[in-house]
């Protein structure tokens, strides 16, 4: 039996913002320019997140390919930092978006496939082999409502087949968890609930944005939001999972 422990975070690209509206009023500039003292406490208070939880796997979405963040991941092994748009995508090339990415890191050398969604802006999507024992899917699906349906029928078809699978990411769920319920219809997943799920805003969580789905078959996982700390707009949610 092997237990892995996994961190999903939306972080932000480390504006710090918390997800209230005054800040998102009086600090939406920091979208286009982070001042270093913002970047440098939400990298702190990052790393002591992950010497706290010392996860095997970190799922991190909304980051920049920053040099000083990625040191947080020394000891890890398996690290892959993508832009989240479509290769032939023209917001590729532009200034203000070319750095956004997402990233997974892992402790172990896990095979790791970069793919990517037909439909939508935010088409990347990975999918991880852990130690052949389970499928973990990472994505950051679209704000529009019609899309993300056609992403999730997307994952639907490439878990039907496999015999474990773990999908997470932030979901953009609002029209609430009855979304999910085509995949979960056509998919042998099922929705892990933690005891106080709502993850967005931050600053006064209001909804279950940042999820894990699981395979019918994976029995042993727990699911808890980390609500002790404000590193963005997000809360951390991590999954501790033994098959």
């Given at each position: 039996?092997?237990?892995?422990?996994?961190?999903?975070?939306?972080?932000g690209?480390?504006?710090?913002?918390?997800?209230?509206?005054?800040?998102?009023?009086?600090?939406?500039?920091r979208?286009?320019?982070?001042?270093?003292?913002?970047?440098?406490?939400?990298?702190?208070?990052?790393q002591?997140?992950?010497?706290?939880?010392?996860?095997?796997?970190?799922?991190?979405?909304?980051?920049?390919?920053?040099?000083?963040?990625?040191?947080?991941?020394?000891?890890?092994h398996?690290?892959?930092?993508?832009?989240?748009?479509?290769?032939?995508?023209?917001?590729?090339?532009?200034?203000?978006?070319r750095?956004?990415?997402?990233?997974?890191?892992?402790?172990?050398?896990?095979?790791?496939?970069?793919?990517?969604?037909?439909h939508?802006?935010?088409?990347?999507?990975?999918?991880?082999?852990?130690?052949?024992?389970?499928?973990?899917?990472?994505?950051?699906?679209?704000?529009?409502?019609?899309?993300?349906?056609?992403?999730?029928?997307?994952?639907?078809?490439?878990?039907?087949?496999?015999k474990?699978?773990?999908?997470?990411?932030?979901?953009?769920?609002?029209?609430?968890?009855?979304?999910?319920?085509?995949?979960?219809?056509?998919?042998?997943?099922?929705?892990?609930?933690p005891?106080?799920?709502?993850?967005?805003?931050?600053?006064?969580?209001?909804?279950?944005?940042?999820l894990?789905?699981?395979?019918g078959?994976?029995?042993?996982?727990?699911?808890?939001?980390?609500?002790?700390?404000?590193?963005?707009?997000?809360?951390?949610?991590?999954?501790?999972?033994?098959?």
């Amino acid at each position: 039996m092997h237990t892995h422990r996994i961190l999903l975070l939306n972080l932000g690209y480390e504006t710090g913002l918390d997800g209230s509206w005054r800040q998102y009023l009086l600090d939406s500039w920091r979208y286009v320019h982070t001042p270093e003292r913002v970047q440098s406490r939400v990298r702190e208070e990052f790393q002591s997140l992950i010497q706290s939880v010392q996860p095997d796997i970190c799922c991190v979405l909304e980051m920049h390919h920053d040099p000083m963040l990625l040191k947080t991941f020394a000891a890890y092994h398996c690290k892959h930092v993508d832009p989240k748009y479509g290769n032939t995508s023209v917001l590729r090339r532009l200034p203000f978006f070319r750095d956004n990415c997402n990233g997974v890191f892992a402790l172990d050398r896990l095979p790791c496939t970069v793919r990517q969604f037909r439909h939508g802006t935010k088409k990347l999507l990975y999918d991880v082999n852990v130690k052949n024992e389970f499928s973990l899917l990472i994505g950051h699906y679209s704000l529009h409502a019609s899309v993300r349906q056609q992403q999730f029928e997307e994952i639907a078809a490439l878990v039907k087949d496999r015999k474990r699978a773990i999908v997470c990411g932030d979901f953009n769920d609002f029209g609430g968890s009855k979304e999910l319920n085509s995949l979960i219809k056509h998919s042998n997943l099922r929705l892990v609930r933690p005891a106080h799920n709502k993850t967005f805003p931050a600053c006064h969580p209001r909804k279950p944005l940042d999820l894990f789905l699981c395979s019918g078959d994976i029995v042993d996982v727990h699911a808890e939001v980390m609500t002790n700390t404000h590193l963005s707009d997000h809360l951390p949610v991590l999954l501790t999972v033994t098959v």
